[in-house]
């Protein structure tokens, strides 16, 4: 059974900087899958989630949606099943439910992540 575990999130101020952390176990080929996170606000379904940032099986090739390019940064360490996604200089419009999703293809849309996680919140005070 695949497991997908997020954490790292909290309660911030405008301005600073949070690491979220993706815990992938129950797939032997993590190294396999392309990894994306993607947030939720209140009153969006689930197939309504903004991709953030991907990040291709090998970790060299990675996408980021345009509000947070040149601020967060995606990676993965495949020896360790985990995908994270420091968030720098961050603003209230960032406050969200963080998902981490798997995939077998990658992409920005919800309909190609096979495994997701519960989530973590992420609230930027102003």
């Known amino acids: 059974q695949v497991q997908v575990e997020e954490s790292g999130g909290g309660l911030v101020q405008a301005g600073d900087s949070v690491m979220l952390s993706c815990v992938v176990s129950?797939?032997?080929?993590?190294?396999?899958?392309?990894m994306g996170w993607f947030r939720q606000v209140p009153g969006k379904e689930r197939e309504e989630r903004e991709c953030v940032a991907t990040i291709n099986y090998s970790g060299d090739t990675t996408y980021y949606t345009d509000s947070v390019k040149g601020r967060f940064t995606i990676s993965r360490d495949n020896a360790k099943n985990t995908v994270y996604l420091q968030m720098n200089n961050l603003k209230p419009e960032d406050t969200a439910v963080y998902y981490c999703?798997?995939?077998?293809?990658?992409?920005?849309?919800?309909?190609?992540?096979?495994?997701w996680g519960r989530g973590t919140q992420v609230t930027v005070s102003s």
């Open positions: 129950g797939r032997r080929t993590f190294d396999k899958y392309a």
């Open positions: 999703g798997v995939s077998p293809f990658g992409g920005t849309t919800t309909d190609v992540y096979v495994d």
